[in-house]
């Protein structure tokens, strides 16, 4: 009897994005699970402002994308800016999964 042919079960590339105040916590923190996404085929976009590390994303295949929140501005009209900004950056990605920080979760909800 002839074996049966394996074959390899192919998953559709998603769009996961992780969204963060802070770019090193993404790649303290969610840098292994971020890398197996790629290892798997998928494509992964870190939402963070530039800061000392958003270079990094590149060398691990991330594609980062700068957000323009400034942790400490009490504007309305620049935190109105960032909520359309963030839709914008959703809208084009079209995720199929967002991971949020939480102190970002906390941000929202003094707006």
Not at 17 to 33: A, G, M, Q, T, Y
Not at 77 to 82: R, V, W
Request: hydrophobic share 45%; glycine share 2%; net charge positive.
């Amino acid at each position: 009897m002839a074996k049966a042919k394996t074959t390899r079960f192919h998953m559709i590339p998603r769009n996961f994005l992780f969204l963060s105040h802070l770019d090193f916590n993404l790649l303290r923190f969610r840098l292994p699970i971020m890398q197996r996404l790629i290892a798997e085929g998928h494509r992964v976009y870190a939402v963070c402002p530039n800061g000392q590390v958003s270079d990094k994303f590149k060398e691990f295949g991330i594609i980062h994308i700068n957000w323009n929140l400034i942790r400490d501005n009490k504007n309305p009209f620049h935190e109105i800016s960032i909520v359309k900004q963030l839709t914008r950056i959703y809208n084009d990605i079209d995720p199929d999964l967002v991971a949020v920080d939480s102190t970002v979760l906390q941000v929202a909800q003094n707006v």
